[in-house]
C-alpha cells in the first residue's frame, strides 16, 4: 500500500466539468499528467492526493470494493454497487448537482395502474393469465429488489438492461422498467408514466469515502487536508 490517497472522479462529461467548478469554489484544481486525454490527475498543493479519471460505475464499484478511498459519483450508482451501504461507504456530502430520480415507469395505456399496490395486483393478474411473471427492464437491479421487497411485490422477474431501457417496454422486452429520469421527458415520449409512490431514490452527484480501503494515518491527514476547504469531514 503507498501513502498516497487515491480519489476517483468522472473522467468526462458534465459531470466532471460539475465537480472542477465545485474544487474551483474552493480554490482547488486538479492538473491531468498526461494531457486532456490522461487518466491521472494530481491536485495543486496536495502532493499526497492521487486522482484517478474513471467512469461513474467504476468509481461506485472502486468505493465499494475498496480500489480507492475517495470517490464522486451520483448516489444512484453508490447505492446499487452497495446495497450494504453503511459497511462499505460513508457519503460524505451532497454536491448539488448531477440531479436524477431513479422511478418506476408502467405504460401509461395502463390507466387503472398508478400506484405499487396497482402495480402489485397486475403482478399477480399477469402471473395468472401468462403463467409466467412480469418483467421489470432494469441496470438497476439491487435497488429494484429491494424497493419491490418493501412494497411487498414478489410477482415480477428482472431483465437486465444495458441501455435504452425505455425502449423495453414497446420493443416487448418488458411489461415495465425501473430507469433514471431528469424531466420525465423521455419516459413521456415512449408512452410511460411514473407511478405516484415509483420514485424509488432521489439521486444527485455525491463525494463519498470507502470503509474497505485501508488508511493509514498519513492517509487520513493527506485526505483531512483536502477536504478542509470544502467543508467536508472524513468519518
Known amino acids: 500500500m503507498t501513502d498516497m490517497v487515491t480519489l476517483a472522479v468522472p473522467s468526462k462529461g458534465r459531470l466532471k466539468e460539475q465537480f472542477d467548478a465545485y474544487l474551483g469554489t474552493a480554490g482547488i484544481a486538479l492538473k491531468q499528467t498526461a494531457g486532456a486525454r490522461g487518466y491521472r490527475a494530481t491536485v495543486e498543493g496536495h502532493p499526497g492526493?492521487?486522482?484517478?479519471?474513471?467512469?461513474?460505475?467504476?468509481?461506485?464499484?472502486?468505493?465499494?470494493?475498496?480500489?480507492?478511498h475517495l470517490g464522486v459519483t451520483g448516489e444512484d450508482l453508490i447505492r446499487e454497487a452497495a446495497p450494504e451501504l453503511d459497511r462499505?461507504?460513508?457519503?460524505?456530502?451532497?454536491?448539488?448537482?448531477?440531479?436524477?430520480?431513479?422511478?418506476?415507469?408502467?405504460?401509461?395505456?395502463?390507466?387503472?395502474?398508478?400506484?405499487?399496490?396497482?402495480?402489485?395486483?397486475?403482478?399477480?393478474?399477469?402471473?395468472?393469465?401468462?403463467k409466467k411473471r412480469l418483467r421489470i427492464a432494469t441496470k438497476y437491479t439491487q435497488l429494484t429488489r429491494s424497493y419491490f421487497a418493501s412494497a411487498g411485490i414478489s410477482d415480477y422477474r428482472i431483465v437486465p438492461s444495458a441501455g435504452a431501457t425505455e425502449g423495453a417496454p414497446t420493443a416487448g422486452t418488458a411489461e415495465a422498467i425501473v430507469d433514471i429520469t431528469t424531466t420525465g421527458s423521455t419516459l413521456k415520449a415512449n408512452g410511460l408514466k411514473i407511478l405516484?409512490?415509483?420514485?424509488?431514490?432521489?439521486?444527485q452527484a455525491t463525494l463519498a469515502q470507502s470503509l474497505m480501503a485501508e488508511w493509514s494515518a498519513e492517509q487520513r491527514s493527506a485526505a483531512a487536508a483536502f477536504l478542509v476547504p470544502l467543508g467536508v469531514s472524513l468519518k
Open 49 to 68: 492526493i492521487d486522482v484517478m479519471l474513471l467512469s461513474s460505475s467504476e468509481i461506485a464499484a472502486s468505493l465499494a470494493n475498496g480500489d480507492v
Open 88 to 130: 462499505r461507504i460513508a457519503l460524505l456530502q451532497p454536491l448539488g448537482f448531477g440531479f436524477a430520480d431513479v422511478v418506476v415507469a408502467v405504460p401509461a395505456s395502463w390507466i387503472d395502474v398508478s400506484t405499487m399496490a396497482d402495480l402489485d395486483d397486475i403482478c399477480a393478474a399477469y402471473a395468472t393469465r401468462h
Open 196 to 203: 405516484d409512490d415509483g420514485v424509488i431514490l432521489k439521486s
